[in-house]
């Protein structure tokens, strides 16, 4: 597939508790499922075109790829399953291979609230071979995409945001989670209390049911492992071939996964790595001809923004935006991912010697996501799930310690992975009482060794929590999603196997780049 934008906030994109109310570990729900689930999950689906208007180019893409779209009905509150209901838009493309046919394979993007039903036919395509044995399933996870919406109305975004330099910039920060969390309440406080992963994953098996499947197998990335996690815990039974790729710590998800020091402590060798082979074509690039020269030309640029914003095109960028630019271009290690930061370093220090600047196509489209409302109903979805998976403090001075203690190793980094979120200001806190997740059910973890935003540390803590599964570390890297974007052929044949037999690898196992 073509490689997504996986960025550090939304990856991950990351002690969960959840106002659904507890489900005991290993206990398969479905078995004893309360009678008021019973019209959902044999509600009939009614599978058709998905072009929504003229102008949907994802629909139209999706018919011609003969996808098939449906809408299906589950319990806002699983507590409550006789009251009010919500949507989830999924989408099927059916298996080719009917002689190995595998039952349906959910894929989902992570974020937590990437919309996912544009990226069925890629999946398809693909996997290939493996793929054809399964119904490739997207679902579009509860408040995003095309499902029942969460949007809160946001003019730009914290996501993802850094408390910049100094106190002022992050007394900026505050001000702003503060305004979102305030919009959000006005306008979802009725929808806000359900957006986590637990009930998502309720949500997975009200689909399988629907499906007629007795198992649902699972490709998730990123924020998407916690989900699958999630599912493997709450139903155990009903697992089918499980994939966790760039697995996060399933103990500290949500929010907690931007507080994750083994994250920022890889994101500054990252950047001095760039750095290193931005000096060796300084002919070129007229970034510095050291290692040293190139961070300082970035240092320049980001101090400079703290003191007065810069311009940039028609957007003034200051010491908040910069970091988390920076961090979703080391994303991967890619010679095109370089180039493009290569790209935006130049234009931050054209901007910063002459007072303005013109952005980059690719930089044009990241700002517009950061500091206009443009992508306001993905962010309020995604910001919704991050601070229902995970409690957050309330606290401004003990963030601002935080930050204070962070920059110290990381001066441009610590206070991206530090900062203060609109989580702080959520209406309610989760309650706790969420199933730690621990499971025995098999499932295989694919793992960057190099990875910035899922770290191996957090792979191999999911490893540990699911007793049974195997791993895959490819080593030498630091992609945000490998299996069918790295292009590793240790990695996809692997992961292949699993998929088409149900058997995983007898040992974990480690590839080469």
Same mark, same amino acid.
């Given at each position: 597939?073509?490689?997504?934008?996986?960025?550090?906030?939304?990856?991950?994109?990351?002690?969960?508790?959840?106002?659904?109310?507890?489900?005991?570990?290993?206990?398969?729900?479905?078995?004893?499922?309360?009678?008021?689930?019973?019209?959902?999950?044999?509600?009939?689906?009614?599978?058709?075109?998905?072009?929504?208007?003229?102008?949907?180019?994802?629909?139209?893409?999706?018919?011609?790829?003969?996808?098939?779209?449906?809408?299906?009905?589950?319990?806002?509150?699983?507590?409550?399953?006789?009251?009010?209901?919500?949507?989830?838009?999924?989408?099927?493309?059916?298996?080719?291979?009917?002689?190995?046919?595998?039952?349906?394979?959910? &894929?989902?993007?992570?974020?937590?609230?990437?919309?996912?039903?544009?990226?069925?036919?890629?999946?398809?395509?693909?996997?290939?071979?493996?793929?054809?044995?399964?119904?490739?399933?997207?679902?579009? /996870?509860?408040?995003?995409?095309?499902?029942?919406?969460?949007?809160?109305?946001?003019?730009?975004?914290?996501?993802?945001?850094?408390?910049?330099?100094?106190?002022?910039?992050?007394?900026?920060?505050?001000?702003?989670?503060?305004?979102?969390?305030?919009?959000?309440?006005?306008?979802?406080?009725?929808?806000?209390?359900?957006?986590?992963?637990?009930?998502?994953?309720?949500?997975?098996?009200?689909?399988?049911?629907?499906?007629?499947?007795?198992?649902?197998?699972?490709?998730?990335?990123?924020?998407?492992?916690?989900?699958?996690?999630?599912?493997?815990?709450?139903?155990?039974?009903?697992?089918?071939?499980?994939?966790?790729?760039?697995?996060?710590?399933?103990?500290?998800?949500?929010?907690? /996964?931007?507080?994750?020091?083994?994250?920022?402590?890889?994101?500054?060798?990252?950047?001095?790595?760039?750095?290193?082979?931005?000096?060796?074509?300084?002919?070129?690039?007229?970034?510095?001809?050291?290692?040293?020269?190139?961070?300082?030309?970035?240092?320049?640029?980001?101090?400079?923004?703290?003191?007065?914003?810069?311009?940039?095109?028609?957007?003034?960028?200051?010491?908040?935006?910069?970091?988390?630019?920076?961090?979703?271009?080391?994303?991967?290690?890619?010679?095109?991912?370089?180039?493009?930061?290569?790209?935006?370093?130049?234009?931050?220090?054209?901007?910063?010697?002459?007072?303005?600047?013109?952005?980059?196509?690719?930089?044009?489209?990241?700002?517009?996501?950061?500091?206009?409302?443009?992508?306001?109903?993905?962010?309020?979805?995604?910001?919704?799930?991050?601070?229902?998976?995970?409690?957050?403090?309330?606290?401004?001075?003990?963030?601002?310690?935080?930050?204070?203690?962070?920059?110290?190793?990381?001066?441009?980094?610590?206070?991206?992975?530090?900062? /203060?979120?609109?989580?702080?200001?959520?209406?309610?806190?989760?309650?706790?009482?969420?199933?730690?997740?621990?499971?025995?059910?098999?499932?295989?973890?694919?793992?960057?060794?190099?990875? &910035?935003?899922?770290?191996?540390?957090?792979?191999?803590?999911?490893?540990?929590?699911?007793?049974?599964?195997?791993?895959?570390?490819?080593?030498?890297?630091?992609?945000?999603?490998?299996?069918?974007?790295?292009?590793?052929?240790?990695?996809?044949?692997?992961?292949?196997?699993?998929?088409?037999?149900?058997?995983?690898?007898?040992?974990?196992?480690?590839?080469?780049?």
């Amino acid at each position: 597939m073509k490689r997504p934008r996986l960025s550090a906030a939304l990856a991950v994109v990351m002690a969960t508790t959840s106002v659904a109310g507890p489900v005991p570990a290993q206990a398969d729900t479905t078995s004893k499922v309360h009678e008021g689930l019973a019209r959902f999950q044999h509600q009939h689906v009614d599978w058709k075109s998905c072009r929504r208007g003229a102008d949907d180019a994802d629909g139209r893409a999706l018919d011609e790829a003969g996808v098939q779209c449906g809408d299906v009905q589950v319990p806002l509150d699983y507590r409550r399953p006789q009251g009010r209901t919500i949507t989830v838009a999924v989408a099927r493309s059916e298996a080719t291979d009917k002689d190995h046919y595998a039952g349906p394979l959910m &894929i989902n993007l992570g974020g937590p609230a990437n919309p996912v039903l544009p990226r069925v036919p890629d999946a398809r395509q693909a996997m290939g071979e493996t793929g054809a044995r399964f119904d490739i399933i997207g679902m579009d /996870i509860r408040f995003s995409g095309r499902s029942t919406p969460i949007d809160c109305g946001w003019p730009a975004s914290w996501l993802p945001r850094s408390a910049g330099a100094d106190r002022e910039s992050f007394q900026q920060m505050v001000t702003m989670s503060k305004d979102l969390a305030s919009r959000c309440v006005r306008a979802h406080a009725d929808l806000l209390p359900y957006a986590s992963a637990e009930n998502a994953a309720r949500d997975m098996d009200i689909v399988r049911a629907v499906l007629g499947a007795p198992k649902l197998s699972f490709l998730g990335y990123s924020q998407g492992s916690y989900l699958g996690a999630q599912y493997i815990t709450q139903f155990p039974q009903r697992a089918g071939r499980i994939v966790l790729d760039s697995a996060i710590d399933p103990n500290h998800p949500g929010v907690a /996964i931007l507080r994750d020091r083994t994250a920022t402590a890889h994101r500054e060798p990252a950047l001095r790595e760039w750095a290193g082979w931005a000096s060796a074509r300084d002919a070129g690039l007229h970034l510095g001809s050291t290692t040293e020269q190139v961070l300082a030309t970035v240092n320049k640029s980001y101090l400079a923004a703290a003191r007065t914003p810069l311009r940039v095109g028609p957007y003034l960028v200051d010491d908040t935006v910069i970091p988390g630019v920076i961090a979703n271009l080391l994303v991967d290690d890619s010679e095109e991912s370089a180039l493009e930061l290569a790209a935006t370093v130049r234009v931050l220090a054209q901007a910063t010697d002459l007072g303005s600047a013109e952005p980059t196509p690719a930089l044009a489209e990241t700002l517009a996501g950061q500091l206009t409302g443009r992508d306001s109903a993905q962010r309020s979805a995604a910001t919704a799930m991050l601070c229902g998976d995970s409690p957050a403090s309330r606290n401004v001075e003990r963030y601002w310690h935080d930050v204070e203690r962070a920059r110290v190793g990381a001066p441009l980094f610590g206070p991206l992975g530090s900062n /203060i979120t609109p989580c702080a200001f959520w209406p309610k806190l989760p309650q706790a009482g969420s199933p730690r997740i621990h499971s025995r059910v098999p499932a295989l973890i694919v793992q960057a060794a190099g990875d &910035i935003n899922a770290t191996l540390e957090m792979g191999q803590a999911m490893h540990r929590a699911l007793a049974r599964s195997r791993m895959i570390t490819l080593s030498g890297v630091r992609d945000h999603g490998v299996y069918l974007f790295r292009g590793s052929t240790c990695v996809d044949a692997a992961v292949n196997a699993y998929l088409a037999s149900g058997n995983l690898p007898p040992a974990d196992l480690t590839c080469a780049p």
